[in-house]
């Protein structure tokens, strides 16, 4: 919403404003919403027509109608005749038809698929080290006497 306005206090704007413009509508427009008043004649120009013979009304003075559809025709009587029960039917046992079957076969034994072949791995020989020709020197940082 703009200005971070809820969508309730919107929609009351909103209906506030539209209160606004019919008030101000009605307020501008006299207070009636109606059309233009008829023009007001004058009562001393209006002139009625003289009063006619009366009419006499009554059901006596009417006509007979003539029918609309034609006289209601004779029936032929009806035969009744005399019902008689269905034969029943009795169904005949469904026999499943015969499945073909295997021939039984004797089932070789399971042979275990050989293991795979890998090439020995060469076993390192060890190098023959030279003995050392000499000791060495003293460095002198270690004192190996044993007195302080």
Excluded at 21 to 35: E, N, R, V, Y
Excluded at 48 to 53: C, D, E, H, S, Y
Aim: a positive charge; aromatic letters at 4%.
């Amino acid at each position: 919403m703009p200005d971070g306005l809820s969508l309730r206090s919107t929609l009351l704007l909103v209906a506030l404003a539209f209160g606004l413009a019919f008030a101000t509508q009605a307020l501008l427009s006299g207070g009636s919403s109606a059309a233009k008043p008829a023009a007001k004649q004058s009562a001393r120009g209006f002139v009625t027509n003289a009063p006619g013979p009366r009419v006499a009304l009554s059901l006596a003075a009417a006509r007979k109608v003539p029918a609309l559809r034609d006289a209601a025709r004779k029936r032929k009587p009806s035969v009744r005749r005399v019902v008689q029960a269905a034969p029943t039917v009795t169904p005949t046992p469904v026999m499943p038809a015969a499945t073909m079957s295997p021939t039984p076969t004797a089932t070789p034994p399971y042979i275990p698929p050989a293991p795979p072949r890998v090439a020995p791995k060469p076993v390192p020989t060890p190098k023959p080290t030279p003995p050392p020709t000499s000791t060495p020197p003293d460095s002198g940082e270690f004192d190996s006497t044993g007195e302080p």
